[in-house]
């Protein structure tokens, strides 16, 4: 570990100063840096936002050539490069979208090593050309980012990434770096082998985003209740939308418009030119809502996404995390929202049991389903949760739904044997099988047409249980198929026993419950913490505020004039930094974390004008 006057005086930590205008490395950077500067390999976990990519870019500027990034969006390259060249960094990208011009240019810029970053896709090094390109010049480091596509079964690049593991054959003198966000052992020692890094360091840091509030409410009328939280609490913020469905992609998006909320759909089903297009508005505005289907958000470094919204469940934890992880990059406080419902959980037995693939197959798929409902019907903090899925410890971090309200929890056996004796008794008396709608309906006592047509106001259990509502026995189900007492089945989700049903039939198991919250959950406003640190992020001053909208102003304008993402100029931490310190010389701005000496150079003295102004 170096000591405070080393990280004045070393090459990285003055790079860190100069170009990116911070004082201090954040969690493992230093030492992934150091390691890679020295010519070693590197396998990086980080949450999104934890600052990856700094950690090949400071190598980058400090070895010698130029760092190869190979990156698997071309859409994204050119807004990384932008945001490189706002600092200073000379970099550039070779991709298929460039014309031949272009491309000898950037090619002639390699070579002469006129540049210290090149981004490339992963499918240009399958291609001879490229190679040999590569080998007349004079190589720095390796970066594979987002080196998780590598693992993700049926991921679209990952044909292309398993041919990256010829990097070490054919360029052994050169080190590698895997930056990932994804977390879990299995895709960790599945990126290692598939990329050929069994010999590398593995540099693993913790995955909380203290910044990020998560939350999962109960589905009612999901879109209602998605209005209601972008209305008050993130009214004019910018954030995500996640659905399943294209047709619900559409839908909701076309309701959001409707009540005054500027919002665009992105699914696979829209044409690329329709899909580029609202991504690029969406990365270039502020407070624009992005409604889509999971096909949306690799890649996306927008710092200023303010809430992520799931209307339909994740199919798995890693899922989530990874989607939710796309909130408050900049490490000022965000939201992570999920509506979650008993249809959810019908829909996605459903898909899995109708998925290709083998029965190992599906038993995965199930599992990740499993782990996902165990989050969403937890009593303890969701955070704490959601680490240990990752094989990581953490208290109780007052800043996720089950912490700032805790649920009760009840003793739902009896409920439990109520309804599984319902479904035994349709089963065994009957032979039939039915969706949890007619169990409750029975189980409340309703004659509807369907009870009396099948004549199940015949039943014992008719009407034994009108001690609790829908609304309640809905959520018994719900908990029931999260524990693993009760499964659905088939085209019609209809209810099925387990072999664990029994034991609770049998009174040989209790089962507790979570209770259903009768009134929407209180809106409380994302806990102030920036990311990796347990400092607060302080509320503006009166006097600071309308500064710090000037600010943003100035930056629009800035940003729309150079035709960059907002973000690129300064991020929303940068500028709250400036209004609530007010500047007035050059000199104490550059201090400000995020001011390096080419953006003070380009923008400073705008900067003071606007703050005097
Ligand atoms: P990741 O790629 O891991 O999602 P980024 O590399 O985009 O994260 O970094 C997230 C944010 O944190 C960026 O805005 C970046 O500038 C900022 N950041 C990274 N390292 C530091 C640091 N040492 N000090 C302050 N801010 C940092
Ligand atoms: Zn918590």
């Not at 004082?23 to 934890?50: C, K, S, W, Y």
């Not at 000379?90 to 950037?106: W, Y």
């Not at 955070?383 to 208290?395: D, E």
């Not at 189900?477 to 209809?494: P, S």
């Amino acid at each position: 570990m170096a000591n405070p006057t080393d990280q004045l005086t070393d090459e990285p930590a003055r790079v860190l100063r100069r170009v990116f205008g911070y004082d201090t490395f954040r969690g493992n950077q230093r030492e992934i840096i150091d390691h890679v500067v020295g010519g070693g390999d590197a396998l990086v976990l980080m949450p999104t936002g934890g600052g990856k990519s700094l950690c090949y870019q400071i190598p980058a500027l400090v070895r010698d050539g130029v760092a190869v990034v190979i990156s698997p969006l071309i859409a994204l390259m050119q807004d990384q490069v932008d945001a490189l060249t706002t600092l200073g960094v000379r970099a550039g990208f070779l991709n298929s979208t460039q014309d031949l011009d272009e491309r000898r240019r950037m090619e002639s810029a390699f070579l002469a090593g006129e540049i210290d970053l090149l981004y490339l896709a992963p499918e240009a090094l399958r291609s001879e050309y490229t190679l040999r390109l590569l080998d007349r010049g004079t190589i720095a480091l390796f970066a594979i980012d987002e080196a998780h596509c590598v693992a993700q079964w049926g991921h679209d690049f990952r044909p292309d990434y398993l041919a990256l593991s010829m990097l070490h054959e054919r360029w052994p003198a050169v080190p590698r770096i895997a930056l990932t966000a994804t977390a879990t052992t299995a895709t960790r020692a599945e990126i290692a082998t598939r990329l050929n890094l069994r010999d590398a360091r593995h540099f693993v840091a913790s995955f909380d985003r203290p910044n990020i509030q998560y939350r999962i409410v109960p589905k009612r009328e999901p879109r209602r209740q998605l209005l209601e939280l972008l209305r008050d609490e993130h009214p004019g913020d910018s954030g995500i939308v996640y659905c399943l469905s294209r047709a619900s992609v559409e839908k909701t998006a076309e309701f959001l418009t409707q009540n005054g909320i500027a919002a665009l759909p992105y699914h696979a089903g829209l044409d690329a030119g329709t899909r580029a297009a609202n991504q690029q508005r969406f990365l270039r505005s502020d407070g624009l809502v992005m409604v889509a289907t999971i096909a949306f958000g690799m890649g996306i470094d927008k710092p200023d996404v303010r809430f992520v919204a799931h209307l339909d469940l994740p199919k798995s934890v890693e899922g989530y995390y990874q989607e939710t992880g796309r909130a408050g990059r900049d490490g000022l406080p965000s939201t992570a929202w999920l509506a979650y419902g008993l249809a959810d959980v019908v829909q996605q037995r459903k898909m899995i049991d109708s998925s290709d693939g083998d029965l190992a197959r599906r038993r995965v798929l199930a599992a990740h389903l499993d782990a996902m409902l165990a989050l969403c019907e937890t009593v303890q903090c969701r955070r704490v949760q959601l680490l240990a899925y990752f094989g990581q410890q953490g208290a109780a971090c007052g800043n996720c739904d089950t912490c700032l309200d805790p649920p009760e929890s009840w003793d739902g056996t009896v409920a439990a044997q109520k309804l599984l004796s319902t479904v035994l008794r349709l089963q065994r008396e009957r032979n039939q099988k039915f969706g949890a709608g007619q169990s409750i309906d029975i189980l409340l006592g309703r004659e509807t047409e369907k009870v009396v047509a099948h004549r199940h106001d015949q039943l014992s259990v008719f009407g034994i249980g009108t001690e609790l509502t829908e609304v309640q026995w809905r959520g018994v189900v719900r908990q029931l198929l999260a524990q693993g007492l009760l499964a659905v089945e088939g085209d019609y989700g209809t209810l099925v026993l387990t072999e664990s049903s029994a034991e609770v039939l049998g009174r040989r198991r209790d089962v507790t419950m979570r209770r259903e919250s009768t009134r929407p959950a209180p809106a409380r406003p994302a806990r102030s913490r920036a990311a990796g640190s347990a400092a607060p992020v302080a509320e503006l001053s009166p006097a600071a505020a309308p500064v710090f909208e000037r600010l943003r102003a100035w930056r629009a304008a800035t940003a729309k004039e150079q035709g960059v993402p907002a973000y690129v100029i300064f991020h929303d931490a940068t500028l709250r930094q400036i209004a609530a310190q007010s500047p007035t010389t050059l000199a104490d701005l550059g201090g400000i974390s995020g001011i390096g000496e080419n953006k003070l150079a380009r923008y400073g003295q705008q900067i003071l004008d606007t703050l005097a102004s």
